[in-house]
Each structure stands twice: as structure tokens, then as C-alpha cells.
Nanobody, 121 residues
Framework: QVQLVESGGGLVQPGGSLRLSCAAS????????MGWYRQAPGKQRELVAT???????NYANSVKGRFTISRDNAKNTVYLQMNSLRPEDTAVYYC???????????????WGQGTQVTVSS
């Protein structure tokens, strides 16, 4: 089993910044992809950003230039630096990890519990 523990959400004024963290632990051989998704009230969960082990990052158009995703492979941790936050960024943010628990095991999807980000004056 794999556990994802998120931290860093909260209330921030428009234009402010927050940094989210998500640490994976448990049976982990490799994590080919880590990412962040979000779900606003009444809306479907949507992709925010993803980062593979050794490839290029991917961002939703709505956050390009404002958010930066990064990862520390030694710590199995992914980060999301969010700058110039807007009220429309308000949502529950979920960490996702596509985990290979053993060398000859298929990849499984794991999700964090979610952390609330509220952008309001």
C-alpha cells in the first residue's frame, strides 16, 4: 500500500502565494508520474500539473506562468508553488501519484486526501 500525505493549503488573498507538498510512503519501487488535480464546488476534478520522473512538466492552461510543479525523487515528494493566486483557483487540491510498487508490478494510481485552497479577500 501507498500513502500520500498533503500539506500547505489555506486561505490567501488574491495575488498571494501558497506552496503545497505531498509526500508518498509505503511500497514504492518507482513513481513514474506525480501530479496535482483540483476540484471546485459543483465542478469536476481537473488536472493542474504533472511531472514525470525525468521528463517535461505539463500544466493546465489556466495556471501556466503562475504555478510551478517540482519533485524530489529522493523524498518521493511533489510540490506545487502557486503564485498570483486568483479567486477562481479556490478548490480542493489533490495529489496524485502513479506508483510502481515493485519492479515487475503494474502501475497503480494513488490519491491524497485533499487540501483546501481558498483565495479570497
Amino acid at each position: 500500500q501507498v500513502q500520500l500525505v498533503e500539506s500547505g493549503g489555506g486561505l490567501v488573498q488574491p495575488g498571494g502565494s501558497l506552496r503545497l507538498s505531498c509526500a508518498a510512503s509505503g511500497s514504492i519501487f518507482s513513481i513514474p508520474v506525480m501530479g496535482w488535480y483540483r476540484q471546485a464546488p459543483g465542478k469536476q476534478r481537473e488536472l493542474v500539473a504533472t511531472v514525470p520522473t525525468g521528463g517535461s512538466t505539463n500544466y493546465a492552461n489556466s495556471v501556466k506562468g503562475r504555478f510551478t510543479i517540482s519533485r524530489d525523487n529522493a523524498k518521493n515528494t511533489v510540490y506545487l508553488q502557486m503564485n498570483s493566486l486568483r479567486p477562481e483557483d479556490t478548490a480542493v487540491y489533490y495529489c496524485n501519484a502513479r506508483v510502481k510498487p515493485f519492479a515487475y508490478w503494474p502501475i497503480d494510481d494513488y490519491w491524497g486526501q485533499g487540501t483546501q485552497v481558498t483565495v479570497s479577500s
